[in-house]
């Protein structure tokens, strides 16, 4: 059964700033629960590009995620080459420009490979993301001048 996860999110931050964000591996530690970062294997044309995949570290868990968008103040999007017991996993990124800002609306849908555990894993990463999209939203706020 296909799960699904919704969360979304508003910054005082033009999406430009939201998009560089995300584009910048590194800088996901900084700013969301993840632990660390490492660039596993380079994408399209520049490290992060389109194919890149990411390694991220957090609590033991190791996630290898492969960008598959990339569209520049509009949307990113990775999937989960592996590191939880999920079948494709994939998650968008949207931004919306409003009101000077910038509506963030992060969802993502799997499939758990245990049967019964899709509930779990879309309740915990439901959580998880909602740390991250308010991670996001502090961060992408504070570089907007006063």
Do not use: C
Request: net charge positive; hydrophobic share 40%; charged share 20%.
């Amino acid at each position: 059964m296909v799960q699904r996860i919704s969360v979304h999110g508003r910054t005082p931050a033009p999406a430009d700033t939201v998009y560089a964000l995300l584009r910048d591996g590194a800088s996901w530690p900084a700013w969301s629960p993840l632990g660390s970062f490492e660039l596993v294997r380079a994408g399209e044309g520049e490290p992060e590009g389109l194919g890149a995949v990411r390694l991220f570290k957090t609590n033991g868990v190791r996630s290898y995620e492969k960008i598959v968008a990339l569209e520049p103040g509009r949307r990113f999007g990775y999937a989960l080459e592996h590191g939880l017991p999920l079948r494709d996993y994939v998650a968008y990124v949207d931004l919306s420009p409003r009101d000077g800002g910038t509506d963030i609306h992060w969802h993502s849908s799997f499939t758990a490979k245990i049967p019964g555990t899709g509930w779990f894993y879309r309740w915990f990463l439901g959580r998880f993301i909602g740390r991250v999209v308010a991670g996001l939203v502090a961060a992408s706020g504070a570089r907007v001048a006063p």
